[in-house]
């Protein structure tokens, strides 16, 4: 049997401004079967620039920029995060987009990191990361084998010992041809690394094609409501539909087994009823030798 798959469950804005949203949360994240819940921590300062800058010479207002304040996760809400999925005994998570962020999350006391997509080419970032030890889960939307080789090299050079990769297509959501679930296995042959699907496409048929082809991590993201304004709001699932996720994860798991192909031990007890035997074509009992009736000892459904 396989490592126990892990599930993060991804709540990056969805909690709206709102500290007992967020709460609320971190608790369907626990009832739906999460291992990790995760936010995100942010400041607009240091991630979104106010202005836009055109090619004529022309500067106008980011629009981006002035509707970000409701992203941020204050710092102190995340002790009082942490301390409640500490209650729950689910692992609390949170992407740093900057680099003071870092400080903030160590000080806070995480097991581990997630580094998001676009910051797979911010070394600062994946050096001050990487130099805390922990463990890192590294997004890989929008790029390629290269670009991952060289973020790798900067988190072990730094000092982090245990990665893993996310697949990821950088879409809300992705159309279905652009998933590329065979790179799973591909990234596992060249990195030599558990990886995992960062997954932004309705339901839950990629994870567990995903599942089935090596992955070891799913983060999907949580919505009590998808009609709600948000950028992650429109793809994410309900804790319901989560909830299902899990539990066809955990199921699959088990039906993929080991690999090896052997009788069960429920099979073995079968075996004399499924196979034929020689039988005594007057009295159509068991006997030795070749010659007789091929018959089953009773009727099987199996073939």
């Given at each position: 049997m396989h490592e126990r798959v892990t599930v993060i469950a991804e709540i990056g804005s969805n909690y709206n401004g709102d500290l007992a949203l967020a709460r609320e949360y971190v608790r369907a994240a626990r009832e739906c079967g999460a291992d990790v819940v995760k936010f995100q921590t942010l400041r607009k300062?240091?991630?979104?620039?106010?202005?836009?800058?055109?090619?004529?010479?022309?500067?106008?207002?980011n629009?981006?920029?002035?509707?970000?304040?409701?992203?941020?996760?204050?710092?102190?809400?995340?002790?009082?995060?942490?301390?409640l999925a500490d209650q729950l005994g689910i692992e609390f998570m949170s992407t740093p987009f900057y680099l003071e962020a870092v400080e903030?999350?160590?000080?806070?006391?995480?097991?581990?990191?997630?580094?998001?997509?676009?910051?797979?080419?911010?070394?600062?970032?994946?050096?001050?990361?990487?130099?805390?030890?922990?463990?890192?889960?590294?997004?890989?939307?929008?790029?390629?084998?290269?670009?991952?080789s060289a973020a790798l090299q900067v988190l072990k050079k730094a000092g982090a010992m245990d990665v893993a990769l996310l697949h990821c297509v950088s879409n809300y959501p992705p159309a279905w041809d652009e998933m590329n679930l065979r790179a799973i296995a591909s990234m596992q042959a060249r990195f030599g690394c558990p990886i995992g699907i960062s997954d932004h496409t309705p339901g839950c048929l990629v994870p567990l094609s995903a599942v089935a082809l090596g992955a070891s991590l799913i983060e999907k993201h949580v919505?009590?409501?998808?009609?709600?304004?948000?950028?992650?709001?429109?793809?994410?699932?309900?804790?319901?539909?989560?909830?299902e996720m899990v539990a066809q994860v955990r199921l699959l798991q088990g039906a993929l087994g080991d690999g090896h192909k052997q009788p069960t031990a429920s099979e073995l007890a079968k075996q004399r009823r499924i196979r034929r035997g020689v039988y005594n074509p007057r009295t159509l009992e068991p006997q030795e030798g070749e010659e007789g009736l091929w018959l089953r000892p009773a009727p099987e459904n199996a073939p």
């Open positions: 300062n240091k991630l979104v620039a106010p202005r836009l800058y055109s090619g004529d010479g022309a500067v106008s207002e629009p981006v920029y002035r509707n970000f304040a409701s992203l941020e996760l204050p710092d102190e809400w995340h002790y009082e995060l942490k301390e903030l999350l160590e000080s806070v006391g995480v097991r581990s990191y997630k580094i998001a997509s676009g910051d797979i080419t911010f070394r600062p970032l994946l050096d001050k990361i990487g130099r805390t030890g922990k463990r890192v889960v590294l997004s890989t939307g929008a790029s390629a084998d290269e670009e991952i919505t009590f409501d998808r009609s709600q304004n948000g950028p992650d709001h429109a793809f994410a699932m309900t804790p319901g539909e989560f909830a």
